[in-house]
């Protein structure tokens, strides 16, 4: 079975950057939708960004857009998520997604998915 590892999270000020990674154990040439969703106790996983491997187009909610960036390395079987202008709502544990569809949901949706990562801790301080 697919496993996605995310790392990258750590501790940052207000202001800052980081990039998150995460790494599929396998690689299969099927349309897929990856994402990057977040959660804070308590709450239901948002989404954050989508990417569609056959175009590579991607998406964003507003809460994140103009700031967060999510690509993909095909050779490293790799996804990204850059933020940027990092702010202390965006404190959460992240996860990284995947799912053999022939789309990406909008809005983004956690039940679309049926891989996920363990999580990898954000934590923005002001």
């Known amino acids: 079975r697919l496993q996605l590892v995310e790392s990258g999270g750590r501790s940052v000020q207000a202001g800052g950057s980081l990039r998150l990674s995460c790494v599929a154990s396998e690689y299969k040439y099927y349309s897929r939708c990856m994402g990057w969703f977040r959660q804070v106790p308590g709450k239901g996983r948002e989404g954050v960004a989508t990417?569609?491997?056959?175009?590579?187009?991607?998406y964003y909610p507003d809460s994140v857009k103009g700031r967060f960036t999510i690509s993909h390395d095909n050779a490293k079987n790799t996804l990204y998520l850059q933020m940027n202008s990092l702010k202390p709502e965006d404190t959460a544990m992240y996860y990284c997604?995947?799912?053999?569809?022939?789309?990406?949901?909008?809005?983004?949706?956690?039940?679309?998915?049926?891989?996920w990562g363990q999580g990898t801790q954000v934590t923005v301080s002001s």
């Open positions: 990417f569609y491997s056959d175009d590579s187009s991607t």
């Open positions: 997604a995947l799912d053999y569809r022939l789309r990406c949901p909008k809005p983004i949706t956690a039940g679309f998915f049926d891989y």
